[in-house]
């Protein structure tokens, strides 16, 4: 069975600062990662994907992803933090040998203050 | 040029009624799905049609029933509404045919309040 963590509820950082929002993944085939970000009242927006080939992949509005086999992570990344980035985060994986089901995680709500 | 939409937006209902939510996506795209976003913001799959074929089925109630049109609406009906059936419900699309590789575009959301 596929599962996803994401270990913190919520992470807090300044304006200008670097971002960083945890994920880690169980998959029993390839894994197919996702990172989406949710605004207050709205639907889901994709940021980024993982597929195959470049471990560090770059997405919407500044963000970017490290894919790493080893730790079974993909933790979500953002050079500077900017206030309207705060949202709620969440992370999928979709695992090859499960069809077209997509697991999300718990999510993760990010406050980036001025 | 909305990319997938729900009607309604909201919906407050008694216990025990029947009520649907309507999707409908322009994307050109071949699956959809339904998700439930309970009060913890924790997201589950619930159905999933491609081409108008059931393709996923997670263990929901039969009171929950889809209905696939056409490949562009997804649409959900809701028998003997309970207390628990509050939640926000999503509708999504994607493009299958890309090895399920595609990513999914989600509407805005139905919020359901069962008093």
């Known amino acids: 069975a596929q599962s996803v963590a994401q270990p913190e509820d919520q992470v807090n950082v300044a304006e200008g600062n670097p971002l960083t929002v945890k994920c880690t993944y169980s998959?029993?085939?390839?894994?197919?990662l996702f990172w989406y970000v949710q605004y207050p009242n709205r639907g889901l927006q994709f940021l980024l994907k993982?597929?195959?080939?470049?471990?560090l992949v770059k997405g919407s509005y500044g963000f970017e992803a490290e894919f790493n086999k080893s730790q079974t992570s993909f933790h979500l990344k953002k050079p500077s933090a900017l206030v309207s980035d705060s949202a709620l985060y969440f992370c999928?994986?979709?695992?090859?040998?499960?069809?077209?089901?997509?697991?999300f995680g718990g999510g993760t709500r990010v406050l980036v203050k001025p | 040029d909305t990319a997938v939409s729900q009607t309604p937006k909201y919906l407050v209902t008694q216990m025990g009624n029947d009520k649907s939510i309507k999707c409908e996506q322009n994307?050109?795209?071949?699956?959809m799905y339904w998700y439930k976003q309970d009060s913890k913001k924790f997201l589950k799959i619930m159905f999933s049609?491609?081409?108008?074929?059931?393709?996923i089925n997670e263990t929901v109630p039969n009171r929950f029933s889809p209905k696939s049109p056409d490949k562009a609406h997804l649409n959900l009906h809701i028998n003997s509404l309970e207390l628990g059936d509050s939640a926000v419900y999503f509708c999504?699309?994607?493009?299958?045919?890309?090895?399920?590789?595609?990513?999914?575009?989600f509407g805005p959301g139905t919020r359901l309040t069962v008093t």
């Open positions: 999504a699309s994607s493009y299958l045919g890309l090895a399920g590789l595609g990513e999914q575009y």
């Open positions: 998959v029993s085939g390839n894994p197919y």
């Open positions: 993982y597929i195959t080939g470049d471990n």
């Open positions: 999928a994986v979709r695992d090859e040998a499960a069809g077209n089901k997509l697991t």
């Open positions: 994307l050109g795209h071949d699956t």
């Open positions: 049609y491609n081409n108008k074929e059931l393709i």
